[in-house]
């Protein structure tokens, strides 16, 4: 079953509000992040697209390294703005401070998340030990933790 949306029923003569430029509510993209008993760590994304993208435009999410990336130290999921996600190589940055500077998870991706323009990217992680951090710096982000030994976060503006 294939749809497409029909622009052309916009009322043009109305103005058209720009939106925040730290407006997160445009993108839709899932991300998680995990760590098995033994330390194996996994990473996958979804996106939910950009509306009216220009042709051939190809987003963060699918970008290894950029919307998505996990090693042996780490594993991380991007969101936010697709061009200064993969710009600034996000994902793979945290696991590079981590394993470059000796920075635990936090502080690597808090490092890394204010290297990026503000309003544009937020993550979630975990270390091969448990750790877990849900970096951004857009207004908020929708975001939720649970580990196994009972704790659970959820959350969307900053604490």
Request: contains cysteine; hydrophobic residues 40%; negative net charge.
């Amino acid at each position: 079953l294939a749809s497409q949306i029909d622009y052309t029923q916009y009322n043009y003569t109305q103005p058209i509000q720009a939106p925040n430029d730290d407006d997160n509510s445009r993108t839709g993209t899932v991300g998680c992040v995990a760590v098995d008993a033994s330390g194996g760590l996994a990473s996958a994304t979804s996106t939910g697209g950009l509306v009216n993208k220009m042709a051939g435009r190809v987003g963060d999410t699918p970008v290894i390294g950029a919307g998505t990336y996990a090693n042996a130290l780490c594993a991380v999921s991007t969101t936010g703005k697709g061009e200064d996600i993969i710009r600034h190589t996000v994902a793979r940055d945290v696991v590079a401070v981590m394993e470059h500077r000796g920075l635990p998870l936090e502080e690597a991706a808090a490092r890394v998340v204010a290297g990026v323009p503000r309003g544009s990217v937020g993550l979630v992680a975990v270390s091969a030990a448990g750790e877990v951090t849900m970096a951004y710096n857009t207004t908020g982000m929708f975001r939720a933790c649970a580990t196994e030994d009972g704790h659970s976060e959820v959350a969307i503006w900053p604490a």
